[in-house]
């Protein structure tokens, strides 16, 4: 049973940084793309960032490109998303997922029905 745990979140101001964990438990890490998503309210969840299997591969939503930076941590089997700029519209839920993959380079799926493992989520709150 693969479980996902984030932590890190929290309130920072506008342009300030936070960096957000995701602690991966059960069948081989190195086995699944992993992605983030957030969800606003009154919003549906979206896709934030992506990466492949082997690490290699980062996928951004336009309007976190060049301020997120996905990463993985294949001993700590541990997915990170360093954001850095925050803005007010950032501020969301920021859920991890884990999406089993056959391909070790392949781009990491946007679709969140293509994941099949989810975290509970954290708050990230971007104050103005």
């Known amino acids: 049973q693969v479980q996902l745990v984030e932590s890190g979140g929290g309130t920072v101001q506008a342009g300030g940084s936070l960096r957000l964990s995701c602690a991966y438990s059960?069948?081989?890490?190195?086995?699944?793309?992993m992605g983030w998503f957030r969800q606003a309210p009154g919003k549906e969840r979206e896709f934030v960032a992506g990466?492949?299997?082997?690490?290699?591969?980062?996928y951004y939503a336009d309007s976190v490109k060049g301020r997120f930076t996905i990463s993985r941590q294949h001993a700590q089997s541990t997915a990170y998303l360093q954001m850095n700029n925050l803005k007010p519209e950032d501020t969301a839920v920021y859920y991890c997922?884990?999406?089993?993959?056959?391909?070790?380079?392949?781009?990491?799926?946007?679709?969140?029905?293509?994941?099949?493992?989810w975290g509970r989520g954290t708050q990230v709150t971007g104050s103005s």
């Open positions: 059960g069948r081989t890490f190195g086995s699944y793309a």
């Open positions: 997922a884990a999406s089993y993959s056959s391909n070790y380079y392949t781009t990491p799926p946007t679709e969140w029905s293509s994941y099949a493992y």
């Open positions: 990466i492949s299997r082997s690490g290699g591969s980062t």
